[in-house]
């Protein structure tokens, strides 16, 4: 019997398992870092057109995720951004 893992990620990258986390839903990413980089290129692109049917605006933040994973810099502006968000909602229990 296997041991239920308990994760409290509901955003992010699982660097264990490669996988894109965004609540329930699960989607693993690209073995090659070249093709990650066009998919969040590419989802970043297609999500600047989210005025068309079916293409969004939710592709943006999904695109700029992927290429966190690879980018430095973008990395670093992810966890800014989610350390912000987290002392926010610290806050805002008290």
Do not use: N, Y
Not at 3 to 11: A, Q
């Amino acid at each position: 019997m296997k041991p239920k893992e308990t994760t409290k990620t509901r955003f992010g990258i699982d660097h264990r398992t490669h996988e894109i986390v965004i609540g329930p839903f699960r989607q693993r990413l690209p073995q090659s870092r070249i093709l990650r980089m066009v998919v969040g290129i590419l989802l970043i692109f297609f999500g600047m057109l989210g005025f068309l049917p079916v293409l969004g605006f939710w592709m943006i933040p999904l695109g700029l995720l992927v290429l966190s994973h690879d980018s430095p810099l973008i990395r670093r502006q992810r966890r800014k951004l989610a350390v912000w968000w987290a002392t926010r909602k610290m806050r805002r229990r008290q």
